[in-house]
């Protein structure tokens, strides 16, 4: 009997997770790239951060 | 869907799912037959049969779910009125334009305020409001418009990125459908042009930008640069830079009572930061600016050579794209791949920022 691969997961779950990918394929590359849904800063203080 | 060449890669939008494609030219023939042939036995039939039949149908797969209607609507958009008790008010001047930001609490007007509160005024004359909160529940924001946002407390940098957004609507006076995209950058013009400065957080592009703008550059925008459709021009946004712990040393000749300004603790990575004030602009009626170059800032901790060379165009989209909100309307999509097609993509590496600041010189003088 097979043994079941559990690392394997599908080709959606791996587009899932990657979210932008780059795929090397055994003809050349291409890439996915997916822009953000909503207005986005980078993480900045505020709230109650304390003043040092 | 929208296509162009750009170096020797080939970009195509999808509207359905406002994603991009890059793909080169040995993956583009899979892409040019899928799209000739929608049905999967025709598109297998059509590609060479050297190729394995996995190959053809992961292609054909992809293309597939590319070419699907996904949801990309705001999913912190509040469908129904939400009431916000504000009653204290911060007044801030931008150029022509005055604001009021009401809010409820300390916490919500922090959040957003540091990066804008160097445009404070004490008139209370303005020309739009926007309403922040924070209760139990998160953050919310309401704009101009009465249109309302919710956010919970992991999602802080999609309420500040939204208020952000909101006052470059109000600065200069434009609502959302008219821009193009938000990008992941920071810019600095000459007066007459503008350069694009992207590169993942850490890489120096903040640090360059606030030394840039002491050697003579004007600052355009920090974190966040606005791309109008319209004319593709890079629109200012006068934002105080956010420097990390780690470069204050090499900022801090520059700034008077550097040593006063206050430093707020961000998180474990990025230590705390200070927030340092764009200088004004050489010319205060023109706030818009061309860009044709964009650079790819890679700074060193060790000393190395200055270089300056052709950016790997898959690198820079992918910075430039999947960390930037970009409008979904294939009109913009389409403004924006013919942008790109006349960009000069370069990548800097550098340790010492004076010569830094010459790679820049020689690539838009300062006049």
């Given at each position: 009997m097979r043994k079941k691969n559990k690392n394997k997961i599908t080709r959606k779950e791996a587009l899932k997770t990657m979210g932008k990918y780059a795929a090397m394929t055994a003809v050349g590359t291409f890439m996915i790239l997916n822009p953000n849904r909503t207005h986005a800063n980078s993480a900045v203080g505020g709230g109650d951060n304390p003043i040092s | 869907m929208s296509e162009t060449y750009i170096d020797d890669y080939i970009l195509v939008y999808f509207n359905n799912s406002n994603s991009y494609l890059i793909l080169d030219t040995k993956t583009y023939p899979f892409y040019k037959t899928f799209k000739l042939n929608k049905k999967k036995h025709e598109y297998i039939d059509a590609l060479?049969?050297?190729?394995p039949i996995n190959l053809k149908t992961s292609f054909f797969n992809t293309f597939t779910d590319l070419s699907k209607k996904t949801?990309?609507?705001?999913?912190?958009?509040?469908n129904n009125d939400i009431e916000i008790i504000s009653n204290n008010s911060k007044f801030i001047q931008v150029f022509d334009q005055a604001l009021q930001i009401r809010y409820d609490s300390i916490k919500a007007l922090n959040t957003v305020y540091e990066k804008f509160s160097?445009?404070?005024?004490?008139?209370?004359?303005?020309d739009d409001t926007i309403i922040v909160s924070y209760d139990n529940f998160g953050y919310s924001l309401k704009n101009k418009n009465n249109t309302a946002w919710h956010w919970d407390d992991k999602n802080i940098h999609l309420f500040q990125g939204k208020f952000t957004f909101e006052l470059l609507n109000c600065i200069h006076n434009?609502?959302?459908?008219?821009?193009?995209g938000t990008f992941h950058a920071s810019t600095v013009g000459n007066g007459k042009e503008a350069i694009m400065l992207v590169g993942n957080s850490g890489s120096g592009k903040s640090t360059l930008s606030s030394l840039l703008m002491f050697s003579g550059?004007?600052?355009?925008?920090?974190?966040v640069t606005p791309m109008l459709g319209e004319n593709n021009h890079i629109y200012v946004l006068p934002a105080a830079i956010s420097v990390k712990e780690k470069s204050f040393e090499a900022i801090k000749p520059f700034v008077k009572d550097f040593d006063k300004l206050p430093a707020l603790y961000v998180n474990e990575t990025k230590g705390h930061q200070k927030f340092i004030p764009p200088k004004p602009?050489?010319?205060?009626?023109?706030?818009d600016y061309p860009c044709r170059n964009v650079v790819l800032v890679r700074y060193s901790h060790k000393p190395i050579k200055t270089t300056l060379k052709k950016g790997d165009i898959k690198i820079i989209l992918e910075e430039l794209i999947s960390e930037s909100w970009l409008s979904h309307s294939e009109l913009h999509a389409k403004s924006f791949i013919k942008w790109l097609s006349k960009i000069s993509f370069h990548e800097l590496r550098y340790h010492h920022s004076n010569e830094a600041i010459s790679v820049f010189n020689n690539l838009i003088p300062l006049v």
């Open positions: - | 060479d049969k050297s190729y949801n990309t609507s705001d999913p912190f958009l509040v160097h445009l404070e005024t004490i008139s209370k004359h303005c434009k609502k959302e459908p008219e821009w193009l550059y004007d600052l355009i925008a920090d974190d602009l050489k010319n205060l009626n023109q706030l």
